[in-house]
């Protein structure tokens, strides 16, 4: 049912009918992953369940400040800001940075046209966004 990675627990994103985020639901998760589980560390956004991917940026705003209030600082959050626009991953970046986020995580981008980016395109990208993130 949750994720886990190297740093502490993921919760998946629940969602209602009407695929809105569940508020209540993702309380209830965040609350066990960290009594429960003792997760090291709560994954908001996560890229493991590639909710990122389904939610718009003001939708996905609204579950990283929720994962936030929620987790209540019992342990280190780490936000999922992976985005193919460098400039809306830094935004994302610098948002669960005001938020008190400790980390983030990103998947690297694919690039919108001609096949997949080269090895080259990614370190480029990672650089890029490392250089202006304000957390690590």
């Known amino acids: 049912m949750y994720g ?23 309380k209830r998760e965040i609350d066990y992953v960290v009594k429960e589980c003792a997760a090291t560390m709560v994954v908001a956004a996560g890229v493991e369940a590639q909710e990122y991917t389904y939610l718009d940026l003001e939708e996905r705003k609204a579950l990283i400040r929720r994962t936030v209030e929620y987790v209540a600082g019992r ?21 669960a940075k005001s938020l008190g986020a400790d980390a983030v995580q990103m998947l690297a981008a694919l690039r919108p046209f001609g096949g997949p ?8 990208y990672f650089e890029a966004v490392a250089r202006e993130c304000p957390l690590p």
Not at 5 to 16: D, E, K, V
Not at 75 to 95: R, T
């Open 117 to 124: 980016p080269t090895d080259r395109d990614l370190i480029a």
């Open 4 to 26: 886990q990675t190297r740093a502490g627990r993921s919760t998946l994103t629940p969602f209602t009918g009407d695929l809105k985020v569940d508020g209540a639901a993702l």
């Open 75 to 95: 342990c280190p959050v780490m936000v999922g800001i992976s985005h193919p626009s460098f400039q809306k991953a830094i935004d994302l970046a610098h948002f």
